[in-house]
Every structure is written in C-alpha cells, then in structure tokens.
C-alpha cells in the first residue's frame, strides 16, 4: 500500500513562492505517475499538474502554466510542486495522488494524500 503525505503550505501573500512536497512511504513512488490537484472552498477538485515516472514528460492546467513546476527526486521518494507568482485564486488545499497511467482526470488516481492548506492573501 502507498501512503503518500503533502507538507509545505502555508500563508503567503499574492506574488510569494511555496514548495509543497508529497512524499511516499510503503512503496517507491518511482513506478507512479505523480499529480497534484487541488480544491478550492465551494469548487470541485481540479487538476493542477502531472509528471510521469522518468520525470521527462510533465502536464499543467492553463491556470498555473509557467507559474507551476512539478519535479520528483527518486532518492528522496518525493515529488514537488513550486509555485511561483502566486494569485489568490490559488487558494485551495492540494492534494498528491499516485496512478500507473498517465492522466489528468483524478478519477484515474488510485492513491491519494490528505492535502495540504494553501493560502494567498491579496
């Protein structure tokens, strides 16, 4: 069984930065696709980005294209999402998911984190 756990949200004001991290535990998440999504208070949850297993083939949501980037370190069996120039209607709570298949439907993710609170004030 994979569990996967999100850190680094936070408060931050309209512009900052925050790195969220999702690491795995049970087993190597190296063999998953990663994605992150996120949801928004009275929103459904939408997806936010992708990387595949190799990290070489990577996936944004037009919202946060050129602002986002999502990597993954093997070593640390943890994949990151830095956020950049940040609006407040990315507030949400984010959520890491694990899936064999590359996929933007989070219908297709078979394991999922806690999420972790994001915060931007204008």
């Known amino acids: 069984q994979l569990r996967l756990v999100e850190s680094g949200g936070g408060l931050v004001q309209a512009g900052g930065s925050l790195r969220l991290s999702c690491t795995g535990s049970?087993?190597?998440?190296?063999?998953?696709?990663m994605g992150w999504f996120r949801q928004a208070p009275g929103k459904e949850r939408e997806f936010v980005s992708a990387?595949?297993?190799?990290?070489?083939?990577?996936s944004y949501a037009d919202s946060v294209k050129g602002r986002f980037a999502i990597s993954r370190d093997v070593a640390k069996n943890t994949v990151y999402l830095q956020m950049n120039s940040l609006k407040s209607e990315d507030t949400a709570v984010y959520y890491c998911?694990?899936?064999?298949?590359?996929?933007?439907?989070?219908?297709?993710?078979?394991?999922w984190g806690q999420g972790t609170q994001v915060t931007v004030s204008s």
């Open positions: 998911a694990a899936t064999r298949s590359f996929t933007v439907n989070m219908d297709g993710y078979d394991y």
């Open positions: 049970g087993r190597t998440i190296s063999t998953y696709v």
């Open positions: 990387i595949s297993r190799g990290g070489g083939t990577t």
